[in-house]
């Protein structure tokens, strides 16, 4: 319950936090997370649908 949704929205700030107006892979943020590729991947989904990170394409991501 809460506490998933506590853990979620830390990774979310996590992975925005990370993200700058430079174009970056995912790879590269999974390293500077320390995540796991398919949960980065499926966070930036989520930060993109809610307008705050971008994918420019080429698998880079920006923010919004």
Do not use: C
Not at 15 to 37: C, E, R, W
Not at 52 to 59: H, Q, Y
């Amino acid at each position: 319950g809460i506490y998933r949704l506590h853990e979620f929205f830390k990774v979310e700030q996590l992975i925005y936090g990370v993200l700058t107006s430079m174009p970056q892979s995912i790879d590269t943020i999974v390293l500077k997370t320390s995540l796991d590729a398919s949960t980065v991947s499926a966070t930036l989904t989520m930060l993109d649908l809610a307008g705050v990170a971008k994918n420019i394409g080429g698998g880079e991501w920006v923010r919004a």
